[in-house]
């Protein structure tokens, strides 16, 4: 059974850059799933951010595209989550996950990041 | 863009009642790519039905989801104490590849 754990910094500040670490255990990242990154600010619903596949081949949601890069780090068997240029607007739980059968099989339990001065 | 609307936005239940929640597309989803997630406060979402209608792993039968054209339904035949939750839908689209999620429906106690 693939688990996953997030993990960086807790807060960001303004105009700065976020980046997050998902650890991948019971399964190789080099194996069948692609590797997405969903977020989800307080009491609102869920955002799509991005996944990314072997080989790194990615796919990122338009509204967040030019601000977003994800990347696979095989020796490691993680993958990372940068997000540029944020405000308050990106406060937010995020969440790493595998995709597969065009749905988001397993998650992680998610970490809070708040950007403030 | 498919958007994705679900209805009602919150549904009052007493355990052992059936659920019924909705989930709406803007057009066409490819190939049944719908799935449905259950979210409990505090916790990541699960998964419980993906290609439209398969229960995910170890999800109980009580939960079924079916569609109709571009209106997608998921049931819980009769609603357990544990069952109350916000659940969410989430299509899958190919141009540009991307997951979107519906808004939520919270389910609770009567």
């Known amino acids: 059974q693939v688990k996953l754990q997030e993990s960086g910094p807790g807060l960001v500040k303004p105009s700065g850059t976020l980046s997050l670490t998902c650890a991948v255990s019971?399964?190789?990242?080099?194996?069948?799933?692609?590797w997405s990154w969903v977020r989800q600010p307080p009491g609102k619903g869920l955002q799509w951010i991005g996944e990314?596949?072997?080989?790194?081949?990615?796919n990122y949601n338009p509204s967040l595209k030019s601000r977003v890069t994800i990347s696979m780090d095989k020796s490691k068997n993680q993958f990372s989550l940068r997000l540029s240029s944020v405000t308050a607007a990106d406060t937010a739980m995020y969440y790493c996950?595998?995709?597969?059968?065009?749905?988001?099989?397993?998650w992680g339990q998610g970490t809070l990041v708040a950007v403030s001065s | 863009e498919i958007v994705l609307t679900q209805s009602p936005g919150t549904l009052s239940l007493s355990p052992g009642e059936r659920a019924t929640l909705s989930c709406r597309a803007s057009?066409?989803?490819?190939?049944?790519?719908l799935a449905w997630y259950q979210q409990k406060p505090g916790q990541a979402p699960r998964l419980l039905i993906y290609?439209?209608?398969t229960r995910a792993t170890g999800i109980p039968d009580r939960f079924s989801g079916s569609r109709s054209g571009t209106d997608f339904t998921l049931t819980i035949s009769r609603v357990e104490p544990e069952d109350f939750a916000v659940y969410y839908c989430?299509?899958?689209?190919?141009?540009?590849?991307?997951?979107?999620f519906g808004g939520g429906t919270k389910v609770e106690i009567k």
């Open positions: 996950a595998t995709s597969t059968y065009w749905s988001l099989h397993h």
């Open positions: 019971g399964d190789s990242i080099s194996g069948k799933y692609w």
């Open positions: 990314v596949y072997l080989g790194g081949t990615t």
């Open positions: 057009q066409s989803v490819n190939n049944n790519y």
């Open positions: 290609g439209a209608s």
């Open positions: 989430q299509q899958y689209g190919t141009s540009p590849p991307e997951f979107t």
